[in-house]
């Protein structure tokens, strides 16, 4: 099994992703597209998707991510998120890319799509990595 084949494992089987309902569009090095069908249950009181489901669906796009990069463990030590527009209907697709890599940190961008392909949500984040051992 490839790490890739287990990072999309390790992710899919998690009870979170599950109830979340998240889905892999691309999994590649360097390289992750996740969407997200919209759900009724999403909805804020302003009847548009809760700003804790973008950030939520941004930091696990960020960190496989940083999973792809070949880091086994990877934690979020910041993360911030500018809301851009509201989403009402339709699936939401989050995008992530790295700026800035040292021995023990990844600074990431992820940003978030609606159906339109408009920017609806930007975010950064620092995340904490470590290998166990060296990944193919």
Same mark, same amino acid.
């Given at each position: 099994? $490839?790490?890739?084949?287990? /990072?999309? %494992?390790? +992710?899919?089987?998690? $009870?979170?992703?599950?109830?979340?309902?998240? %889905? /892999?569009?691309?999994?590649?090095? %360097?390289?992750?597209? @996740?969407? @997200?069908?919209?759900?009724?249950? +999403? !909805?804020? /009181?302003? *009847?548009? &998707?809760?700003?804790? /489901?973008?950030?939520? =669906?941004? !930091?696990?796009?960020?960190?496989?991510?940083?999973? $792809? @990069?070949?880091? *086994?463990?990877?934690?979020?030590? !910041? =993360?911030?998120? #500018? +809301? =851009?527009?509201? &989403?009402?209907?339709?699936? =939401?697709?989050?995008?992530?890319? $790295?700026?800035?890599?040292?021995?023990?940190? &990844? @600074?990431?961008?992820?940003?978030?799509? #609606? *159906? %339109?392909?408009?920017?609806?949500?930007?975010?950064?984040?620092?995340?904490?990595?470590?290998?166990?051992?060296? #990944? !193919?």
């Amino acid at each position: 099994m $490839t790490h890739l084949q287990r /990072v999309r %494992e390790e +992710f899919e089987q998690s $009870t979170y992703w599950k109830w979340f309902g998240m %889905e /892999v569009d691309t999994l590649e090095k %360097e390289h992750v597209v @996740l969407t @997200l069908p919209y759900r009724e249950t +999403f !909805d804020n /009181v302003r *009847d548009s &998707v809760h700003g804790g /489901v973008y950030m939520s =669906l941004l !930091d696990t796009a960020m960190g496989m991510h940083c999973r $792809t @990069l070949g880091y *086994d463990e990877v934690m979020t030590i !910041d =993360l911030s998120t #500018n +809301f =851009l527009r509201p &989403v009402v209907r339709g699936t =939401l697709r989050a995008t992530a890319r $790295t700026i800035h890599r040292t021995r023990s940190t &990844v @600074l990431v961008e992820g940003t978030l799509y #609606n *159906d %339109e392909k408009e920017l609806v949500a930007f975010s950064t984040a620092t995340f904490r990595v470590y290998s166990h051992e060296k #990944n !193919d």
